[in-house]
């Protein structure tokens, strides 16, 4: 992919600079992490003005009410935004970079037309609702039931770090239909309305002390059978459509935040005076450092192209999909580890100046363990990948 911007290309970069300026200092001030309906309200809000200046979906086809754009246009769309600080998808992360991008692949017309255009305006907040309590790696051996009865299947079970739960509409939700087959054989995915009778929301709290994340209980929920995202018993293809996504172009302005984090902790040490005189940055080891997270970052970059490229073309970026997931998550810890360091006492309070990275640090160790762990990661590349042996099953 040629990155030197064409005219169009570069004329779709000034617009999109002039809108940010001119949009961003209308914007509210961003909400309290615990105040979700709050959260709820503003991030919906600011994917209402994407939508209505047409910079909604920048990644998806036009067809199903996207951008339709070239890849090097939603890079450009990402790496604007991030630089210009604009909110971050928030609550829409689910509905916008993997459930919405899985109807479209996996979906039907009418699954299509419920729910696209909703994602797209912020009318509808998404959550996943795919781990339990004893299936978060070994995921296929999730024990959520659904039970078709007629037109509808009956769901009993529980799930666990759901994120968004507590503010969402929608659920892509992973049950067991045929407990008989196979493990991968049995699993369905389900579209579940939250608001559903039967669906009990309990908020968790994080390290950070915010309730990103909620466990689900789920007593004889009903849903539609078409609610079904594919077929019957073929969910687990299903929800590896949707990991794709999820840990291949999923995570790109969080690469552009990395070099943002990575260029104010440079910054800091400028400006931080060093004990026998200088500044912090006069430390070869730290610039060594700095210089090899750099080149991590943009080592990412290039690969976030090949995987934005690759779905834009209607491929899933598996291989490059969890390469990225495992190098971005691990970069972006030693990162946080950087900047702590730089930023010495101040890195011990959530308070202060330096309080964003600290929070930022503490997320990061969620990271590695988020949309699978880095472990999980190297198995996948190890065994799907490089076709190397399958690691032993000892049950
Ligand atoms: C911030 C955050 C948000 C999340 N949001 C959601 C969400 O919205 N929806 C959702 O469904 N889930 C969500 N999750 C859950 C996440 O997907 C799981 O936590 C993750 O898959 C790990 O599962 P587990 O927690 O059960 O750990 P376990 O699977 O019990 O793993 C424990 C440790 O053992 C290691 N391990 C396990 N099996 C192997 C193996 N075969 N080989 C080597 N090592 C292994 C793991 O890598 C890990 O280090 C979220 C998690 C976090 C941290």
Wanted: glycine share 10%.
């Amino acid at each position: 992919m040629d990155l030197r911007l064409t005219p169009a290309e570069a004329a779709f970069r000034d617009r999109l600079r002039s809108w940010l300026d001119a949009t961003l200092p209308t914007l509210p001030p961003k909400p309290d992490r615990d105040d979700w309906p709050a959260r709820r309200a503003y991030d919906t809000a600011w994917q209402r003005l994407l939508f209505d200046a047409g910079y909604a979906g920048v990644d998806w086809p036009s067809g199903h009410g996207g951008l339709g754009a070239s890849p090097t246009e939603q890079l450009i769309f990402l790496e604007e935004t991030a630089k210009a600080r604009a909110p971050y998808v928030g609550a829409n992360f689910v509905g916008l970079l993997h459930a919405g991008p899985t109807l479209i692949v996996e979906g039907t017309e009418e699954q299509r037309a419920a729910h696209l255009k909703g994602i797209l305006r912020g009318d509808e907040v998404w959550c996943q609702g795919f781990s339990e309590p004893d299936a978060g790696s070994d995921l296929a051996s999730l024990r959520t039931v659904a039970v078709r009865e007629g037109e509808e299947y009956v769901i009993n079970g529980r799930k666990v770090w759901t994120s968004h739960a507590e503010v969402a509409d929608y659920c892509e939700l992973l049950v067991r239909t045929d407990p008989d087959a196979p493990r991968h054989k049995g699993i369905t995915w389900l579209i579940l309305p939250m608001d559903a009778p039967g669906v009990t929301v309990r908020p968790l709290r994080t390290a950070v002390g915010s309730s990103e994340f909620s466990e689900l209980i789920l007593d004889d929920v009903r849903v539609p059978v078409a609610n079904r995202v594919g077929a019957e018993n073929d969910g687990w293809r299903v929800a590896m459509v949707t990991f794709s996504f999820e840990r291949g172009t999923a995570f790109i302005s969080d690469v552009v935040e990395s070099r943002n984090l990575l260029a104010e902790t440079v910054a800091t040490a400028r400006a931080t005076p060093a004990p026998g005189g200088g500044t912090l940055w006069d430390d070869g080891a730290l610039r060594r450092d700095v210089g090899v997270l750099a080149a991590e970052v943009s080592g990412l970059w290039s690969l976030i192209r090949k995987n934005v490229s690759e779905a834009s073309a209607g491929m899933i970026p598996v291989q490059g999909a969890s390469v990225f997931k495992l190098k971005f998550t691990e970069n972006r810890q030693r990162i946080g580890d950087l900047a702590a360091h730089v930023l010495g006492r101040a890195s011990l309070a959530m308070s202060g100046p330096g309080g964003h990275v600290v929070e930022d640090r503490v997320n990061t160790l969620a990271f590695t363990i988020a949309a699978g762990t880095s472990q999980i990661q190297k198995n996948i590349l190890a065994e799907r990948v490089l076709g190397l042996p399958k690691e032993p099953r000892w049950t």
